[in-house]
């Protein structure tokens, strides 16, 4: 039977259900909240983690993939508590999230050495657990695909060729880099099909989506609630125009919500929420954004199949 791995060990494909791709229960700099600690409060983290994870299990969801890697504060033990506490299948990645900079850890390793630390991820376990990773995180954005970027991507790329596992691109559609990451990808050997180029649905220019689902990845139309990149009805066309179109077996519905954040004040952080994402959390796009799809023409068997059937297929790939 085939198996996926969660913070609580192999589950069986057919016990994910309804998922979420893309969601964080913590988001926040690692380095920064060791050096200072003052800035953070691990309680009010714990409790808007819970929160949003019963949230979105009273909405039938069953399983959260959550790419947070290095950079984003990857916490298994705090991941595993939430999945604990509630019952929800929590999905792990390795990988490392970076727009450019790489400390000299990883700096000074070949492609060859990061990817063998991305490979003992997936095959012993994360930062000392036996919890291992289930697919494998990079990213590129503004600075583009730097040599910095583009070698973890060939890490990432190397590790998945050597373990199976699946590949989340997290990627900038207002620079098009879905397409330079593809390319470095197909450079490297990776089946198009085991990649998924998150925050595509960043963008409604569907001759840049459709030209990169030609290179047969999957796509994460996974910000649903960051009006910041693009409003939600901008998103709501994309997807059910990708739809008719054809695509359902490519596409990936999330929030990219992130529980905690602190990539600002609490100041700025409460301004922002109010006039730039004022919908944004876990459970926007169960309560509003896909009632408004079905009325625009989703069918329950589209959303099952973007939702369920998706997940599975490219945890497994
Ligand atoms: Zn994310």
Redesign the pocket.
Known sequence: MATVETVNGPVDLEELGLTLI?E?FR?TDEAARFQFPHLYDEDAEWEAALSDAKGVKSHGVRTIVE??VMF?HRDVAFSKRVADETGLNVVPATGVYTYDHLPQVLANRSEDEVAAIFVHEIENGIQGTDIKAAFIKCAADEPGVTPNVEKIHRAAARASQQTGRPIMA?SRPASETGLDQMRVFTEEGVDPAKVQI?HTGDTDNLDYIEKLLDTGCWIGLDRYGLDIFLPTERRNATTLALLERGYVERMFLSQ?F?STLDWFTAEVAEILRASEVPNWSMTFLLEQVIPTLKEGGMTDEQLGQMMEENPKIWLSA
Do not use: E, G, I, V
């Open positions: 893309h964080h988001a790419p947070s984003l997290h998150a990219d992130c």
